[in-house]
């Protein structure tokens, strides 16, 4: 059968990439974002524009939580797979605005499990977070671990999302698929992760906060990567009555739900990624070290061999290449 994706975020950081990626295969995909002012709208819409020149797509501007334009959208596009990307993301805005995330990432992945559950899709996508393994201790995260320590707001809502979307496949046996994605970075990023407000500072001779005197690391994963692994797996729905067992799976007994880390698997110290980004952009930074800041975790990586075993998965871009190519891209794009 051939495919065709419904892709909520589609003018957000991943949403864009995915969905070029399945417009360059000549995949019909129909796009769903708000559009919303959490970081520079011409951002989201240079990402729109470049979409918009694909003839198989299409697009509706509209919210999540406004049930009757996204069931309209999805009914009228009848995709036989969705991937959800559309949420408020961001650790540290999640503090201050709980009510937002509330919203977008449950009321509004309800729908799409009720929407997509109606139409029967042969497999949902959904984006969860690295987040969600809080303050666990034991590195690298695997699937399978105990995840019942969120630290921050956002990460309480991913983790709630994975439950809801549990109960939805377990109740109707709707294929679902969880992806833990793992600090992805690149070009037409997010401007509110550290890599890219680092760069934008740099460059404008500011001071950069540098937290936990940068004792912390993160898995960065390259966009590419990140798209390469989703597009492998489109056709790899969960299934429970799969005679094939993966070891270490996490696949639910009762229902055809997997969930999957998608990162790099490399330990990035985040002075290291600084020095890293002063080398590149040839600019010596002006640092300031501040205590940790409230929510945030002082390590992610993950064992992402489940999803390697699955579908084949294999990053291929160091962070050293992975920022020379956001540089770029940035410079080109900003000035
Ligand atoms: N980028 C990362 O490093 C990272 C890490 C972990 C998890 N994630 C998750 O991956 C997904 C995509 O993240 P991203 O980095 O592309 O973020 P993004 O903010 O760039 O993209 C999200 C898009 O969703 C849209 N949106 C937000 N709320 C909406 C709503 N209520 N209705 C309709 N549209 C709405 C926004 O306008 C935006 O374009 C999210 O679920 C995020 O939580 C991302």
């Known amino acids: 059968m051939k495919s065709k994706i419904f892709i909520t975020g589609s003018s957000g950081f991943i949403g864009f990439h995915v969905a070029k990626k399945f417009l360059n295969k000549g995949v019909k995909v129909h796009g769903f974002d708000s559009m919303n002012n959490y970081y520079d709208v011409r951002l989201k819409k240079a990402r729109l524009n470049i979409l918009k020149k694909y003839k198989n797509f299409s697009f509706t501007r509209g919210n999540l939580e406004n049930e009757k334009k996204l069931s309209k959208s999805i009914f009228r596009f009848k995709p036989n797979i969705i991937i959800h990307l559309a949420a408020q993301a961001g650790v540290r805005h999640s503090i201050k605005n709980p009510e937002i995330y509330l919203n977008s990432n449950i009321l509004g992945?309800?729908?799409?499990?009720?929407?997509?559950?109606?139409?029967?899709?042969?497999?949902?996508?959904?984006?969860?977070?690295?987040?969600?393994?809080?303050?666990?201790?034991?590195?690298?995260?695997?699937?399978?671990?105990?995840?019942?320590?969120?630290?921050?707001?956002?990460?309480?809502?991913?983790?709630?999302?994975?439950?809801?979307?549990?109960?939805?496949?377990?109740?109707?046996?709707?294929?679902?698929?969880?992806?833990?994605?793992?600090?992805?970075?690149?070009?037409?990023?997010?401007?509110?992760?550290?890599?890219?407000?680092?760069?934008?500072?740099?460059?404008?001779?500011?001071?950069?906060?540098?937290?936990?005197?940068?004792?912390?690391?993160?898995?960065?994963?390259?966009?590419?990567?990140?798209?390469?692994?989703?597009?492998?797996?489109?056709?790899?729905?969960?299934?429970?009555?799969?005679?094939?067992?993966?070891?270490?799976?996490?696949?639910?007994?009762?229902?055809?739900?997997?969930?999957?880390?998608?990162?790099?698997?490399?330990?990035?110290?985040?002075?290291?990624?600084?020095?890293?980004?002063?080398?590149?952009?040839?600019?010596?930074?002006k640092r300031v070290y501040l205590p940790m800041q409230k929510g945030d975790v002082y390590s992610t990586l993950s064992d992402s061999s489940l999803l390697k075993r699955i579908t084949g998965y294999n990053p291929q871009t160091n962070y050293k290449t992975g920022i020379k190519k956001f540089i770029d891209w940035y410079k080109n794009f900003y000035h």
Not at 117 to 126: G, M
Not at 208 to 216: A, D, S, T, Y
Not at 241 to 256: C, E, I, Q, T, Y
């Open 109 to 285: 992945t309800f729908n799409i499990l009720k929407f997509a559950n109606i139409i029967k899709v042969k497999h949902l996508i959904i984006g969860s977070s690295s987040s969600v393994y809080g303050a666990n201790k034991k590195s690298p995260f695997q699937e399978i671990d105990k995840t019942d320590h969120q630290v921050s707001f956002y990460a309480a809502t991913k983790k709630s999302t994975e439950s809801l979307a549990h109960s939805y496949s377990s109740l109707w046996k709707l294929p679902t698929t969880m992806l833990r994605f793992f600090t992805v970075y690149g070009p037409y990023g997010r401007p509110d992760m550290a890599y890219f407000s680092f760069t934008k500072k740099i460059l404008a001779g500011k001071i950069i906060n540098i937290f936990n005197k940068g004792k912390m690391y993160r898995d960065y994963t390259y966009i590419d990567d990140i798209v390469d692994g989703i597009y492998k797996l489109i056709n790899k729905p969960p299934s429970f009555n799969s005679k094939k067992k993966f070891k270490n799976d996490s696949l639910s007994p009762v229902a055809p739900f997997r969930i999957l880390n998608i990162g790099n698997t490399n330990k990035i110290y985040l002075l290291d990624f600084i020095n890293t980004l002063e080398k590149q952009l040839n600019k010596k930074i």
